[in-house]
Nanobody
Framework: QVQLVESGGGLVQAGGSLRLSCAASGRSFSSYLMGWFRQAPGKERQFVAAIRWSGGSTYYGDSVKGRFTISGDNAKNTVYLQMNSLKPEDTAVYYC??????????????WGQGTQVTVSS
């Protein structure tokens, strides 16, 4: 089994920054995609960013391009989401997810428990 644990969420003012971490364990992740999704109350889960563990290709949702950066530390099996210039509309529970291959945007197999990000205005 794959376990994913997010951390780093919190309360920040608009314009501020946070860095989320997702630590993966249980299996090798050399061929995995790892992604970040978010979900606000009453809204559908939204793709935020993803990275291919082996090749380093990155993908971003339109709403976060230019503000968020995804990166990974292969030795630690940890993926990060650096969030800058945060906006109130970024407020959501952020989930880490992983999958073996395929589309970076959906059909992930494993999910973390989520970490709350709240951006105040």
């Amino acid at each position: 089994q794959v376990q994913l644990v997010e951390s780093g969420g919190g309360l920040v003012q608009a314009g501020g920054s946070l860095r989320l971490s997702c630590a993966a364990s249980g299996r090798s992740f050399s061929s995995y995609l790892m992604g970040w999704f978010r979900q606000a109350p009453g809204k559908e889960r939204q793709f935020v960013a993803a990275i291919r563990w082996s090749g380093g290709s990155t993908y971003y949702g339109d709403s976060v391009k230019g503000r968020f950066t995804i990166s990974g530390d292969n030795a630690k099996n940890t993926v990060y989401l650096q969030m800058n210039s945060l906006k109130p509309e970024d407020t959501a529970v952020y989930y880490c997810a992983s999958k073996v291959g395929g589309s970076a945007y959906y059909n992930y197999d494993y999910w973390g428990q989520g970490t709350q990000v709240t951006v105040s205005s």
